[in-house]
C-alpha cells in the first residue's frame, strides 16, 4: 500500500508537469456526453474542456467525450447524471424545464438582443442563481455555452409573415414555452428529442424546426430542409452539466479545476460561435437553402404574438428571479 501511495505521487507530479501527454492507470475515466456533431463548436469546446481537466487536475481526472448524442438525449443525458452512470454533458437549457421550470425565462421569445446581453445575464446573478436550483435535482451547472439565435427552417414554404407557420407540423424543443409559441404562431407544434430529429425531417414526419444556423449546418438540415427563415426568435444558451454524486465525491481543489476548466472552454465556444454566423448564411445559401429575412413588421406582428406565451409564463415562474432578470437587462442595454 505504501510503495503504491508513493507511486501515485511520483506519478502525480509527473502528470501535473506533463499533463497532457499523462494518462495515469488509476486516473478516474468520466464521460462527458452533447447532442450535436462532433465538428460543431460544442463538440470543439468538449475536447477543450477534457484537455483543460486532464491539465488542471494533474491527470487525476481522464474526461472521454462522446458526440452525435451517442449517450442519448438531452433529457436521457439529464438522468443519466442524477444517477450518477454519466458524469458530465453539455445541452441546451431548454431541456431542464422539466426539471427546473425556471430555465423556461431563456425560452422567452425576443428576450436578448444581441449576445452582449446573453452573456450580462447568464454569467451574472440569474444564471448563477438558475445553476443553484438544479442543486437539489441531483445536478451541478459549471459553465452557459453559446448554442445561439435560433432561426426557421421548412420544407414546404418559406415563413415571411406570421400566417406562413399556419398547419406547419412543427418540430419544438421539450419545452412547454416553445410548444406554447409556436402553436400560438398557428403551427402544429410537435415535441421531439434532438437526436430524432434529422429522420423526423427527412420522412417529412414534420415539415419544420427551429435551430441557429450552425446546427443547421453542422446537422446537415439543408439536405432535408429548402427553406432558411431568419427569424431569429430566440435566444438558446447551453448549460455544462455535471453529476452532483460525482461531484460531491471530488475534492475541492478538483471541483475547482474542473468549473475553471469548463469556463475556459466556454470562452473557446462562443467564440468559436460568433465568428462563424456569416460565412454559414453563405454556406447555406450554397448548399441549396433559399434564405429570406423577415421584413420589420412582420417580425414586429411575431413579437407581439409571442407576448402571449411570456405574459404565461411569467406568473409561473420565480418573481424575485423575474424582477432581477429585467433590472439586469437594464442594466446591460444602459452599458452598451
Ligand atoms: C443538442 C440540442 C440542440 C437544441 C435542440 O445539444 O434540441 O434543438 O437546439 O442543440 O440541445
Not at 104 to 126: C, H, Q, R, W, Y
Request: with cysteine; aromatic share 8%; net charge positive.
Amino acid at each position: 500500500m505504501k510503495s503504491l501511495i508513493s507511486r501515485r505521487n511520483f506519478a502525480a507530479l509527473a502528470c501535473s508537469a506533463l499533463a497532457s501527454l499523462c494518462a495515469p492507470a488509476w486516473a478516474a475515466d468520466v464521460k462527458f456526453g452533447y447532442g450535436t456533431a462532433e465538428e460543431h463548436s460544442q463538440g470543439t469546446a468538449a475536447r477543450k474542456f477534457a484537455e483543460l481537466v486532464a491539465q488542471k487536475t494533474g491527470g487525476r481526472i481522464s474526461v472521454k467525450t462522446f458526440g452525435s448524442a451517442k449517450l442519448g438525449s438531452d433529457v436521457q443525458m439529464q438522468s443519466a447524471l442524477q444517477g450518477g452512470t454519466q458524469e458530465f454533458m453539455v445541452g441546451a437549457t431548454s431541456t431542464l424545464v422539466g426539471t427546473v421550470k425556471d430555465f423556461a425565462i431563456f425560452d422567452f421569445p425576443f428576450l436578448f438582443s444581441n449576445t452582449k446581453e446573453a452573456d450580462a445575464i447568464l454569467d451574472g446573478p440569474v444564471g448563477r442563481k438558475l445553476m443553484q436550483k438544479l442543486e437539489s435535482r441531483g445536478l451541478v451547472g459549471l459553465a452557459y455555452w453559446e448554442n445561439g439565435f435560433r432561426n426557421t427552417t421548412t420544407s414546404r414554404r418559406p415563413i415571411q409573415k406570421l400566417e406562413d407557420f399556419q398547419g406547419l407540423k412543427f418540430r419544438v424543443m421539450q419545452s412547454k414555452v416553445y410548444l406554447d409559441l409556436f402553436s400560438g404562431f398557428g403551427a402544429n407544434a410537435v415535441p421531439l428529442p434532438f437526436p430524432e430529429l434529422y429522420m423526423a425531417l427527412e420522412s417529412r414526419t414534420v415539415d419544420a424546426q427551429e435551430n441557429p444556423l450552425a446546427l443547421i449546418d453542422s446537422q446537415k438540415f439543408y439536405e432535408v430542409q429548402k427553406y432558411l427563415s431568419l427569424t431569429a426568435h430566440s435566444y438558446s444558451p447551453f448549460i455544462v452539466l455535471a453529476s452532483k454524486k460525482f461531484w460531491d465525491a471530488q475534492p475541492k481543489d478538483v471541483q475547482e479545476a474542473i468549473t475553471a476548466a469548463a469556463r475556459e472552454a466556454g470562452t473557446l465556444q462562443r467564440k468559436l460561435s460568433r465568428e462563424t454566423n456569416e460565412t454559414l448564411l453563405a454556406s447555406l445559401k450554397a448548399r441549396g437553402m433559399q434564405v429570406n429575412e423577415i421584413a420589420p413588421a412582420e417580425l414586429a406582428r411575431m413579437r407581439e404574438r409571442s407576448q402571449a406565451v411570456t405574459a404565461k409564463y411569467s406568473q409561473e415562474l420565480d418573481q424575485s428571479l423575474l424582477a432581477e432578470l429585467q433590472s439586469e437587462l437594464n442594466k446591460a442595454r444602459a452599458a452598451k
